[in-house]
């Protein structure tokens, strides 16, 4: 009888095993007496980082972000996976089930350790060299980026050449070394940028733009400290680089239509938000040291309001 109740004890809860599974996918299938089906499982999940470090020390080619992007989602897919076969093998597993040698909560952990501290690792190494997520919480880049925007930044995109010409760029606020910010490149080392009657000019040369539909902006209209964001959109041309910008009206028209002609300096660039009449930019702090760029904004992974602009960002 004893011996009966002892067996009973050791019975696989569903719960339990979607559980370990959600902590670390594979572990559930260890806790059921699986040990080399959660290894396989686990080694799915964590292999699409490495993949992605291997892929963005190989190449900087556009296909990269969507690529990473679905490798990402296979390592949630297999987890997923994880968690249903768990259960479905706890559920199946007999109510007297007899426990494996690695069936013990010391082991769990040990599991955990050792496998975690590899992903873990491989995590932060793809953070600081390859790819990083960041939020935008403000509309000084709308329309291009909208407020609450979560975009991916590829950090190797400079690690053999500058910044060019209207790229998205993610750098460390230069009076503020706590806040990152998000700008345009307009304008780069060698170059004179001035604002004449709130056109832009480069190297004496004024950006073309031409005037978009007001429908452009109907799915992404936004508020601005509690006032409808209204203004004249504008795909601008900048070499290669075709962008929006916004040319915002009252109460949001915030900067002088003009700025004095300056040159770029060595090793620097020139930004602007997209919402040119309401950003704090180059006109305000200067340009930019190249030292200072976190990134190249590629990819926008959570986009707010319309999932239709999920995808790599336009430029």
């Avoid at 990269?64 to 987890?79: D, F, K, R, S």
């Avoid at 199946?92 to 040990?110: G, H, T």
């Avoid at 806040?179 to 000019?201: H, P």
Wanted: aromatic share 8%; hydrophobic share 45%.
């Amino acid at each position: 009888m004893n011996a009966n109740e002892i067996n009973l004890n050791n019975k696989r809860h569903i719960w339990i095993a979607v559980m370990l599974s959600l902590i670390m996918p594979g572990l559930g299938q260890v806790y059921c007496g699986k040990l080399k089906r959660g290894l396989v499982l686990n080694f799915l999940n964590i292999l699409p980082l490495p993949i992605i470090i291997w892929l963005f020390h190989l190449t900087t080619a556009p296909a990269l972000m969507p690529i990473t992007v679905l490798l990402i989602l296979a390592g949630g897919i297999v987890q997923l996976i994880a968690m249903c076969d768990s259960a479905f093998l706890a559920k199946r597993a007999s109510a007297n089930y007899q426990l494996k040698d690695y069936n013990s909560l010391l082991v769990y952990l040990l599991f955990l350790f050792i496998v975690s501290g590899g992903s873990i690792g491989s995590g932060l190494y793809l953070r600081d060299q390859t790819l990083e997520a960041f939020r935008v919480p403000v509309a000084s880049c709308y329309p291009t980026i909208m407020p609450d925007d979560r975009i991916l930044a590829n950090k190797s995109a400079y690690r053999s050449i500058d910044p060019k010409r209207g790229d998205l760029v993610v750098f460390t606020n230069p009076t503020n070394r706590h806040i990152n910010f998000i700008k345009r490149v307009v304008a780069i080392a060698g170059d004179t940028v001035e604002i004449k009657d709130g056109q832009l000019y480069i190297n004496n040369q004024k950006l073309q733009r031409q005037k978009l539909p007001q429908t452009t902006l109907d799915d992404i209209r936004i508020k601005v400290e509690g006032e409808q964001l209204n203004g004249e959109v504008f795909e601008e041309v900048s070499g290669d680089a075709k962008y929006k910008i916004i040319l915002a009206k009252p109460p949001h028209d915030k900067m002088s239509h003009n700025f004095e002609k300056i040159t770029v300096p060595k090793h620097h660039c020139f930004v602007l938000g997209d919402n040119r009449n309401l950003s704090y930019d180059s006109r305000h702090f200067g340009p930019i040291l190249l030292a200072t760029i976190k990134g190249r904004a590629d990819y926008l992974y959570c986009p707010a309001k319309d999932w239709s602009r999920f995808g790599a960002i336009e430029n």
